[in-house]
């Protein structure tokens, strides 16, 4: 059973800079897995922000980054806006299969 | 515009069946990967299964596999999931959503629809 872990809530401040991670239970998350995030509003569809690890979409706010950081992928979110305040997942390919993490729940405060 | 929109979500008895549809436009279909994806009620995402454009390539998460069948119909620009022998933990709402060129290099599952809520209950 693949478990994909990102961290169950983060808190930040209005213009701070924080970053969620997504780890694989296989061991260290590689361009292989092409990582990809998503953000979900209440009531809302999760739109994408990342894919292929670091690639934007052409909706995706610049100060949004993705990367592989210590055996993880990461997002990284530069100078929070109070509309950040959303729930995060990452996503990975194992070859056959995608799995989600469980989701980060990113409050701005 | 690219557009997705999902329908024949409802409620159903444990152990019955549903058909979902995805209807789609604003691009060209027929050279996409698509995807369906669930969520249940207060709970994160989960990823039911792909499709490539010829159906040659499909796969399913463990949780649905040999209950579901993902399809699709070009000429109709139109994704399918059928869903059987349900259970109360198939509640959730399903979405559709479109992923990467079919002949392309961009692993990405990026528009997705509003999603359909399936609810399994007696």
């Known amino acids: 059973q693949t478990v994909v872990t990102q961290e169950p809530s983060l808190t930040v401040s209005p213009g701070g800079t924080v970053t969620l991670t997504c780890a694989s239970s296989t061991g260290a998350v590689t361009s292989g897995f092409h990582p990809n995030w998503f953000q979900q509003k209440p009531g809302q569809a999760p739109r994408s922000l990342i894919y292929?690890?670091?690639n934007k979409q052409s909706w995706t706010p610049a100060r949004l980054s993705g990367s592989l950081l210590g055996g993880k992928a990461a997002l990284t979110l530069l100078g929070v806006q109070p509309e950040d305040e959303a729930e995060y997942y990452c996503?990975?390919?194992?070859?056959?299969?995608?799995?989600f993490g469980g989701g980060t729940k990113l409050t701005v405060l | 515009e690219v557009q997705l929109v999902e329908s024949g979500g409802g409620l159903v008895q444990p152990g019955g069946s549903l058909r979902l549809s995805c209807a789609a436009s604003?691009?060209?279909?027929?050279?996409?990967?698509m995807h369906w994806v669930r969520q249940a009620p207060g709970k994160g995402l989960v990823w039911v299964s792909h499709v490539n454009n010829d159906e040659e390539r499909i796969t399913y998460a463990d949780s649905v596999k040999g209950r579901f069948t993902i399809s699709r119909d070009n000429a109709k620009n139109t994704l399918y999931l059928e869903m059987n022998s349900l259970r109360a933990e198939d509640t959730a709402v399903y979405y559709c959503?479109?992923?990467?060129?079919?002949?392309?290099?961009?692993?990405?599952?990026?528009?997705w629809g509003r999603g359909t809520l399936v609810t399994v209950s007696s």
């Open positions: 996503l990975l390919w194992y070859g056959g299969v995608w799995v």
């Open positions: 292929d690890t670091s």
């Open positions: 959503a479109r992923g990467g060129r079919v002949t392309g290099t961009s692993w990405t599952i990026d528009y």
């Open positions: 604003g691009f060209t279909f027929s050279t996409y990967w």
